[in-house]
């Protein structure tokens, strides 16, 4: 993440992206497939760390091995198998998208971390070191049992999250750039999927 | 390639200001835009805080006024500063200068530094 001056002399925060150049690698059809969507390859992998059946779907293509490998519905850009998609071919200034990716690993959290819990924002009223307990977990003799779902204290992050709305600011086509306002999720250098709203 | 680098180097404009360090005493000349009117306020302390790099390189500058200490933080690509000048040179012997918060009066004070030779 970095941030950006406006036009107005407004600081944006904003994220870079390479979104590209990607690969046609498959394209799939109703009358093949019983639905149409394009599969896109993006950056390089090792051919040792390709497995056999990957390398021959990558042939097929007539590409090299690719690091991810994800499918689009409803992609209606009309390139053929094999064919370069670049950023521009998708994206322009102003567009509307949303960024899906696996965030940041947080670690065994408790419940304030985890799931907003407010905590005893209190150093009185007999509260001693329980500032950030997650309080009650339900009823005592009816029902007997801790209700499934029970927000508690565990793993946090890493999980899959799709961020919602998020604009381009930017487009830089030659160095298959672009620049999104806000945060996406993941860490620097992370893989993620960029979705355009139609 | 880096590219969060080459972003700015497209993006955003390079400024050019007087050089000056944690412990000098500056003005910053501020763009303020209210509505739709345009004025420049001045702000001048001691700079307290250089931090960070390249584009988001930014200073903090602290003043007393009215008795009451007040900082503020500008970044050096902000467009909105119309300029810098340095009022004094200050002597300070380490690069972050909170120390100066906790002091009042004529403890607050940095000691000029004589320049010998011109930086």
Redesign the interface.
Known sequence: M????DG??K?VACT?V?AGPCVVTQVKTEDTDGYSAVQLGFGEAKEKNTTQPLLGHFQKAGTTPKRKVVEFRNFSIGKALGEEVNVADVFTEGDTINAIGVTKGKGFQGVVKRHGFSGVNDQTHGQHNRGRAPGSIGASSFPSKVFKGMRMAGRDGGQQVTVKNLRVL?V?PE?N?I?VKGAIPGHKGATIILEKKI | MDAIKFVHEQLTAERKFPAFRPGDNVTVNYKIIEGDKERVQAFRGDVIQIKGQGATKTFTVRKISNGVGVERIFPFSSPNIVGIEVTKRGKVRRSKLFYLRGLVGKKARIKERKLIKDN
């Open positions: 970095t941030s950006i001056y107005a002399g600081n870079v390479e930017k830089f160095q750039l620049l």
